[in-house]
């Protein structure tokens, strides 16, 4: 049986939480840091990004898929979960910001998932891994 994968990746942006939370939040604004073309599905129950809210993300060749938000507390977590359209299993996310001493903000990117493929939840964690450390300051202060 596979065991359930752990990305982890930390960055620092120059800007407060309160801008960093309203780039994150704002589906579109992720394609360039995954490398995916991105479409707002529907908006969240009582906000445009809060929890409910609907995108697809289509990476490359690769089958397009949904993630829903479902937490959205302004300015310090965002949690969503792929609910459609994945050969992964469990998969979640979750963005934990913090404000730094300078007034910048840390935040915090984890993501869990599993497959039911022998060996490939392992090399998509791989690939998550360098791409978000590498995509993350695509998304400028």
Request: charged share 20%; glycine share 12%; proline share 7%.
């Amino acid at each position: 049986m596979a065991t359930p994968e752990r990305v982890r990746v930390t960055h620092v942006f120059k800007s407060d939480p309160q801008t960093v939370f309203e780039k994150l939040a704002e589906h579109e604004n992720l394609g360039p840091v995954f490398g995916a073309n991105i479409t707002r599905l529907s908006d969240g129950t009582t906000s445009r990004n809060g929890a409910g809210s609907v995108r697809r993300l289509k990476i490359g060749p690769l089958p397009a898929f949904e993630e829903t938000t479902t937490t959205a507390e302004p300015y310090s977590l965002i949690e969503y979960r792929i609910t459609k359209g994945s050969p992964l299993k469990g998969h979640w996310g979750r963005q934990e910001l913090s404000p730094t001493a300078d007034g910048g903000t840390q935040l915090v990117y984890t993501i869990g998932f599993d497959s039911k493929i022998p060996g490939m939840a392992g090399i998509v964690a791989k690939q998550l891994q360098a791409g978000l450390a590498k995509g993350l300051p695509k998304l400028t202060d």
